[in-house]
């Protein structure tokens, strides 16, 4: 089993910038990708940035050019995944959820509101 944790959603005014992180820990060994989707209220989850181990990255079309998603494989009991999140607009208020493999494993979501 796979134990996901997000931490750094919270307030924020649009054009800002907020950092999330995804702390991965369990079966490890198992992951071949991380990342985050995020969804927001009457609305499916979707996808935002996806992070393979071999750095092969996917981003939604409208988070393009202001988030980045890093990720750190290197430790042999937990694997961290990041997304920066810059130029922040109210449409990406929702709750962001980290996601093992593409849908196999879930985190418990975190929210962020972007809002003046």
């Known amino acids: 089993q796979v134990q996901l944790v997000e931490s750094g959603g919270g307030l924020v005014q649009p054009g800002g910038s907020l950092r999330l992180s995804c702390a991965a820990s369990?079966?490890?060994?198992?992951?071949?990708?991380l990342g985050w989707y995020r969804q927001a209220p009457g609305k499916q989850r979707e996808l935002v940035a996806v992070?393979?181990?071999?750095?092969?990255?996917?981003?939604?079309d409208d988070v393009k050019g202001r988030f980045i998603v890093s990720k750190d494989f290197t430790k042999s009991t937990q694997y961290l995944a990041n997304l920066q999140m810059n130029s922040l607009k109210s449409e990406d208020t929702a709750i962001y959820y980290c996601?093992?493999?593409?849908?196999?494993?879930w985190g418990q979501g975190t929210q962020v509101t972007v809002s003046s």
């Open positions: 996601n093992g493999n593409f849908g196999g494993y």
């Open positions: 369990g079966s490890i060994k198992s992951i071949y990708a």
């Open positions: 992070i393979t181990s071999g750095g092969t990255t996917t981003y939604a």
